[in-house]
């Protein structure tokens, strides 16, 4: 008895009241998954903010980084000076002076080992010039025989915020002076100004000390002031995050930074709490009216249902009553969609010393990366990887049937097949991934955040794809890969033992015939052939 008086009275219930039951019953578990929606969906968003935030201060750095290596390989260029390294520093003067404008620089020095200044194209030559007491850079620069960047400081000769940018100045291997480009701070406002940020937002550069050097706002007035310690505490443990806090002048922020590894310097970009959450509480809004809406035509259409439901019954009843009867219920069928967002962001720039680099740690073959960019990667990788406690993989590939192709048809062709094969491997790896050309017919990838067996999944279906015939002009041409497979920090902690027992795998696998996996794995080997698959 006690079930039927859930419904308000002893022993039967309306149909109109069992199909508004029915609806709030279909539609509360829908309103819950609407609120998980909404939930998820306000936390990609914020998500994704901070990572626009991020990018913008990244972009920042790296334009910072590449003007302060532009000077650098300018003054390094000046340092060559057959005058400066001789010590004609009068026929030196002349030439610093004569390359100022060139460099878009407030003036050039030169610093002896204790700080004193030899000479400043601000001042005429054998002017009196006083000792830097903030020479630590020159210092580092001395003791490294290294480039490096000071912090700001109040320049002695314009009593003004400037910092320098040097080079040592080298005789017979040895350092016998720095030379400096002096630079005031408003210099970095066109870097600021290039990347384009929002009036709204706020940004600065501060050095390594944690001090203002340029703010998009009010520059002069925050000028060295130290930025927030909380900013300070998270550099220390890691080059880029995100998080929520309050700008110098007071503004709540969403604020995101990224610090330089060239210079220690840090770039921190701030969007204003209200703006970042305007577009969020709308969205909000609109799903939860949608959500009541849902609610209310859905009981409405039940009531409506339900009276045509109850009055046909009602026509029925005395039929129904010599026959029997019975109660027919109808459910509406309902349907939710998700669609998943992807974004893309590429940072394209072209400098003549990015090509530089670019070539520098690059295939020229290929356009893959080479052993030292491969080298830098993994090494990098393995320090997060330790504190992180994840793991990663080493592929150590090499083409099966190449040599007889490259012998056959000549070099031209093999040159062909090896930029399509890099083409193939490269559209094989995630983004956080790496795929280099180690020389020859011998390729490498690493697997960021993969075990053993994903990476032995991943390594079968590339020799898949690589197994595929290839197009090379009118010819058409077939190879096969044989793959080993090292994993950190299963069995090995550094890039050389990595890189030894992957090759050591893959020499295996070669012995085990073509399109062959192997694993580097204690003394038991896995093997997996294409061939079988």
Known sequence: MLQFRLFGCQGTTTIRRSLVQLVIACILPLAGIAAFLIYNFYQREQAQLAVDATNRARATVFALDRDIEMTQAALQALATSNRLRTGDLAGFYLRATAELKNLRVTSIIVLDSSGQLLLSTSQPFGSSLPKINNSMAAKHIFETATPGISDPFIGPLIERHIYTIGVPVLRYGKVIYTLHATLMSDHLDLILKQQKIPDSWRAAIIDSSGLVVRR???????????????????????????????????????????????????VVVGMPLKEATAGLRSNLAWLVAATVFALIFGLIFAMMIGTRISGSISALIPPARALGSRDFLTIPLLKLKEANELRRALLDAET????????????????????????????????????????????????????????????EVGDQLLFAVAARINSSVRSSDIAVRLGGDEFAIVLVSSDSESAETFAIRLIEILSEPFQLNTLVVAISASIGIA????HASNFAELLKLADGAMYQAKIAGKACVRLAISRIITQRNFADL
């Open 487 to 490: 994993t950190y920090p299963t």
């Open 216 to 266: 998009s706002h009010e520059s002069d007035k925050y000028l060295g002031r130290k930025v927030d310690n909380d900013i300070l505490v998270r550099m220390h443990v890691s080059n880029e995050d995100s998080f929520t806090s309050k700008t110098l002048d007071g503004i709540p922020v969403l604020s995101a930074y990224s610090r330089s590894a060239v210079t220690g310097w840090a």
């Open 352 to 411: 003549a010393l990015q090509s530089a680099q670019y070539h520098a740690l690059h295939d020229h073959l290929t356009g893959l990366g080479n052993r030292m960019l491969f080298q830098n990667f993994i090494e990098r990788q393995l320090a997060i990887c330790t504190r992180q406690r994840s793991e990663l993989a080493l592929l150590y590939i090499d083409l099966d049937g190449f040599k007889a192709i490259n012998e056959t048809h000549g070099h």
